[in-house]
């Protein structure tokens, strides 16, 4: 595929200054967990003399993006594997580990993925389409209990009982199966203005709860802090809070609650350096040419060489 169809399906975000802070070494390990359409790993293998370059991505529609290079592979799993399935190939230390969360600029342009508002399409919302739970069975399935706690958890909606208790009234009739419908029974509820933000409130929370994000989010990194080598780089993109919170609190402390943690002597138990005080976010020429970017914040950690506090 050529590089123009690659920007189509995803325009990589803060790419120049993702692939500096991996720092990268000519002959060094690295993991691009979300590849994409394949910006950023296209990137980092330019920098790359003998070293080596795996790419994850559980969509199955990246697999075109695929870089034709002996110095590549392409995974196609969800990164909550990641040294899984760097193990079986023979990898158990890696120089730096690259993250740009969210949903591609492809998934949310093709009607039939459901994640998009803008389309008439069904209640989807799958990053790997081979997974059998989509957002539908999670409207249709989940009780009013359930289905509260995504939407104010995952969607940070205040009013998540109410539209809860509205989907579990509707469906006793009728089941929800598209966007449109999705849409036209929650409306009323919509703030007058606002409605495209709250909507988007309610994709983000199913969508969340679909692909299990946050746990696979965790997963990987305290995968990569145990993959990474001493002074290796972990870049990561988020694109809300729910996300950025977790990555600030892991680089900081080295837990997702944010606790530092001390030894008997008083020293810090974190294994990370922040390399970002502050979360780096688009400028704004490049959210006028994306505004896709336009909610992202990257943060960049150091893995703390062994005899370092």
């Known amino acids: 595929m050529m590089e123009q169809n690659n920007l189509t399906y995803h325009n990589p975000v803060l790419l120049q200054q993702s692939v500096e802070g991996l720092n990268i070494k000519p002959n060094g390990i690295y993991v691009d967990v979300t590849f994409g359409g394949g910006g950023h790993s296209r990137e980092i293998i330019k920098q790359l003399s003998s070293g080596k370059l795996i790419g994850f991505d559980q969509d199955p529609d990246a697999l ?21 399935f760097l193990n079986f190939n023979n990898i158990n230390e890696v120089d730096g580990i690259l993250a740009d969360l969210g949903v ?32 539908a069975d999670i409207v249709n399935s989940y009780d009013e209990e359930q289905l509260a706690n995504v939407l104010y958890q995952y969607g940070e909606l205040k009013e998540s009982r109410k539209l809860a208790r509205t989907i ?7 089941p929800i199966e598209t966007i449109e419908e999705l849409l036209q029974l929650l409306n009323k509820q919509a703030p007058r203005g606002k409605e495209n933000s709250f909507f988007a409130r309610i994709f983000q929370a199913l969508r969340i709860e679909v692909n299990e994000e946050v746990e696979a989010l965790k997963s990987m990194l305290i995968q990569a802090e145990k993959l990474l080598k001493p002074g290796g780089r972990l870049v990561v993109i988020s ?68 005899n370092e506090k």
């Open 64 to 84: 075109e993006n695929s870089i034709d290079d002996e110095r590549f592979l392409l995974i196609q799993h969800n990164f909550k594997f990641l040294a899984n």
């Open 104 to 135: 591609s600029s492809h998934q949310f342009d093709v009607p039939e993925r459901g994640f998009s508002i803008r389309f008439k399409g069904p209640l989807d919302l799958r990053m790997d389409v081979r997974k059998p739970k989509t957002a």
């Open 168 to 174: 579990c009234n509707y469906r006793t009739s009728k």
């Open 239 to 306: 694109y809300h809070s729910i996300e950025d919170r977790l990555v600030k609190n892991f680089f900081k402390t080295g837990n997702f609650e944010g606790i530092l943690h001390k030894d008997i002597f008083g020293n810090q138990l974190n294994p990370f350096v922040n390399i970002t005080r502050k979360p780096v976010i688009p400028s704004d020429e490049e959210i006028n040419i994306n505004n896709r970017a336009r909610s992202a914040k990257m943060r960049i950690a150091e893995k703390k060489e062994k």
